[in-house]
C-alpha cells in the first residue's frame, strides 16, 4: 500500500489508547513533551518502506542490466538476456539479480515495456508498448508497428513466479528481479531487496526499544506506551502488506525467507488504498471524541455503520461503474490489459499480434 495509507493506519491504531489521546491532548499545555506520541504511530507505520526505499535498494547490486537503446528497442534481445539469466540461477545454484531501466525518449517521454514470467509456456515475454508521458498517459498508436514482442522459452528449470501479475517499466526507474533455485524450479523475486528484513515483526520489535530507553531516560509519564505505539505502527504496515502479493520476511533474521502474501488486493490499487485511509480516517475522529469531548452520541457499530459502511458501499457502486472507463483512458498502457488484448500467453500471440496490427491498419 501507499505510505499515506501506512501512515494513516499507525496513526488510527495509536488513537485506540486512551491514555495516548489524554496525553496528545494536553501536551500543548503541561506536558508538551508527550504530544508526539499519536504521531510516533503514523512515523513508524511508514518506516519499513522507508528502510527499504531510502536505504535497502541501494545496497542491491545487480549481476545483469538491462538498458536497451530507447530509440532502437530490441524485445527479443532483452528476453533472452532475462532468461539467461534464470538458466544461471538455476545452474549454479545461486542467486542472480537483473536491472531493467527504463527507455526515456525525452524530458516527459519515455517508451513503456511490459514483462511478463509465463509459468504456463515456461517462457520470459516482453512486449514493447506505447510512448506515456509523465503522468503515465499513454499516446495511443505510438506502439511498435513490428519487432514488438520477445519470447525465450527456458532450456532447463520450471518457472516459479510469485508477484501474481505482469510488470510495466516506464518512468523514472525500472524494477529489480532476482531468480534463485528451488528444487527443480526457478524462484522469480520481484524487487528482491524489498519486504525482505525491514518488513519483519522481530525488527519492529527492536526499533521500537530505543523509543522506550529514551522516553524512560528522560523521564516522561507511561514511558513504555510510546514504545508500544512505535512497534504496533510497525506492525500494521506489515500485516497491511500481507494482503498484497508480496509478503514479508515476517520473522528476520531468524527466518530470512520472504513469504508471500495472501493475494487479496494489489499494493498500488488506488480503491483500496483509498478505502484504507477512509477506514482509518473514521477510526481516528471516533477514537478522539470518544477519549475526549464526546460529543458524537452514538453506539460504536451506528457510528461505523452511517460513517463508514454506507459510503463505503455508495463509493464500491460508483467505482465499479467508472472502472471500465477508466480502463479504456489507460488503454493498452496497462501492464494487464496489453497481455490480455494480445493473448501473450499463447503459441500463437506473435502472429495474433501481427494480424491485429493489419486489421487496425
Not at 72 to 81: H, W
Not at 92 to 108: S, T
Not at 217 to 237: C, D, E, Q, T
Request: proline letters at 4%.
Amino acid at each position: 500500500m501507499k505510505g499515506m495509507t501506512h501512515f494513516m493506519s499507525g496513526l488510527a491504531v495509536a488513537t485506540f489508547f486512551a491514555r495516548a489521546v489524554h496525553m496528545a491532548a494536553r501536551g500543548g499545555n503541561e506536558d508538551a513533551q508527550s504530544s508526539f506520541i499519536l504521531v510516533l504511530g503514523a512515523v513508524y507505520g511508514i518506516m519499513p518502506d522507508t528502510l527499504d526505499f531510502k536505504f535497502g535498494q541501494f545496497f542491491s547490486l545487480a549481476d545483469y542490466d538491462i538498458d536497451c537503446d530507447p530509440n532502437n528497442p530490441n524485445p527479443q534481445k532483452m528476453a533472452e538476456q532475462m532468461g539467461k539469466a534464470m538458466e544461471e540461477a538455476f545452474s549454479k545454484n545461486k542467486l542472480v539479480k537483473v536491472q531493467l531501466y527504463p527507455m526515456q525518449l525525452g524530458a516527459d517521454l519515455w517508451r513503456q515495456y511490459v514483462i511478463k514470467f509465463d509459468g504456463e509456456t515456461n517462457e520470459v515475454v516482453i512486449v514493447i508498448n506505447e510512448i506515456v508521458s509523465m503522468s503515465q498517459v499513454p499516446f495511443l498508436g505510438t506502439e511498435p508497428k513490428e519487432n514488438r514482442v520477445g519470447r525465450y522459452k527456458l532450456k532447463i528449470g520450471k518457472m516459479l513466479e510469485t508477484h501474481g501479475r505482469p510488470s510495466a517499466v516506464d518512468i523514472m526507474s525500472g524494477p529489480q528481479f532476482g531468480f534463485k533455485r528451488e528444487g527443480e524450479r526457478i524462484l522469480v523475486e520481484f524487487l528482491p531487496w524489498h519486504r525482505t528484513w525491514s518488513h519483519s515483526y522481530i525488527l519492529g520489535l527492536l526499533l521500537s526499544l530505543p523509543v522506550i530507553l529514551i522516553t524512560y531516560l528522560f523521564h516522561l509519564k507511561y514511558w513504555y506506551l510510546y514504545g508500544i505505539i512505535s512497534f504496533l505502527g510497525f506492525a500494521i504496515h506489515i500485516t497491511e502488506d500481507l494482503t498484497g502479493h508480496m509478503g514479508g520476511s515476517l520473522l528476520w533474521p531468524f527466518v530470512q525467507k520472504r513469504y508471500n502474501g495472501f493475494c487479496l488486493a494489489r499494493a498500488g490499487d488506488p480503491r483500496v488504498n483509498f478505502s484504507v485511509v477512509f477506514l482509518a480516517v473514521t477510526v481516528i475522529l471516533f477514537n478522539l471524541d470518544r477519549f475526549t469531548v464526546n460529543v458524537i452520541h452514538l453506539k460504536w457499530y451506528a457510528y461505523y455503520s452511517i460513517f463508514f459502511v454506507v459510503p463505503f458501499i455508495i463509493y464500491l457502486f460508483f467505482a465499479d461503474r467508472f472502472d471500465i472507463k477508466l480502463q479504456q483512458k489507460e488503454g493498452i498502457a496497462s501492464a494487464e490489459g496489453v497481455l490480455k488484448k494480445y493473448n501473450i500467453s499463447g503459441q500463437d500471440a506473435v502472429d495474433e499480434i501481427k494480424e491485429e496490427e493489419d486489421t487496425v491498419e
